[in-house]
């Protein structure tokens, strides 16, 4: 079943289908750690409804911002949002398969790559490999290895990466970022409250970067059940 959502910036809505995958926290937390400069070209691998290039039109000056999604459906939801919102001419949606980004933009073609990738390998737990929300949770169609490769392929030296994912996945991501020469440069660790272990990270990477990396404080989601911490609130509009 479709429902309207009110984005809460920039007058922003999109149209979500109960039965494929919503979106959640971690894509508003991706668009808010994403560092996009003034006209640079954007591709989001993977962009299911389009949430992402929805939020970084409004919280960036991103020139192009380019969302690829394998599962038409979402695809042609995703560029009915792309129309709603009269982004037309700033975002474009293509229905392909992201591991086939370097083929159909070119190499060197992006200055920032984003993905919010499937979390979890096709063993954990899966269900059904042909629903719409199996295929966005789980490895079913492309692998962490085959998000890095293409976003290495079509980034510009010296561009990019930016992705959310699980902690319990850190040394198997960094060792396949550094093989495809993305070396991570920003991490931030995500809690929902101060007291528990993280269960979300945010990377920040560099095609070609030197070896170093910044740990940044925290990121903390819930002040107490119901009340959103301060940050979450003034940065990330919730």
């Avoid at 975002?91 to 159909?104: A, F, M, P, Q, Y």
């Avoid at 295929?135 to 998000?147: G, K, M, N, S």
């Avoid at 940050?231 to 919730?238: A, L, P, R």
Wanted: glycine share 10%; with cysteine; net charge neutral.
């Amino acid at each position: 079943m479709e429902k309207l959502v009110d984005l809460q910036r920039n007058g922003l809505k999109m149209v979500e289908d109960s039965d494929k995958f919503r979106f959640g926290m971690d894509a508003v937390f991706l668009s808010g750690w994403a560092e996009v400069k003034k006209g640079e070209r954007v591709l989001d691998m993977g962009t299911g409804t389009g949430i992402l290039p929805l939020l970084l039109s409004a919280k960036t000056e991103a020139g192009q911002i380019v969302g690829i999604e394998v599962q038409q459906e979402c695809a042609e939801l995703a560029a009915r949002n792309v129309t709603l919102n009269g982004l037309s001419d700033r975002i474009t949606v293509v229905h392909g398969d992201l591991k086939d980004s370097v083929n159909l933009f070119g190499k060197a073609s992006f200055d920032v790559v984003v993905s919010n990738p499937p979390y979890m390998t096709g063993g954990h737990g899966l269900i059904n490999p042909q629903n719409a929300k199996a295929i966005a949770r789980h490895e079913v169609l492309c692998t962490f290895a085959d998000v890095a490769e293409q976003a290495a392929a079509v980034l510009k030296p010296g561009g990019r990466f930016y992705l959310v994912h699980r902690p319990f996945r850190l040394p198997e991501i960094i060792t396949t970022l550094v093989k495809f020469g993305l070396e991570p440069k920003r991490l931030r660790m995500v809690h929902s409250y101060v007291d528990k272990e993280p269960n979300m990270m945010l990377l920040g990477c560099v095609k070609g970067g030197r070896p170093r990396i910044q740990v940044e404080k925290p990121l903390i989601v819930w002040e107490k059940p119901g009340k959103y911490t301060e940050e979450v609130i003034n940065t990330y509009g919730f």
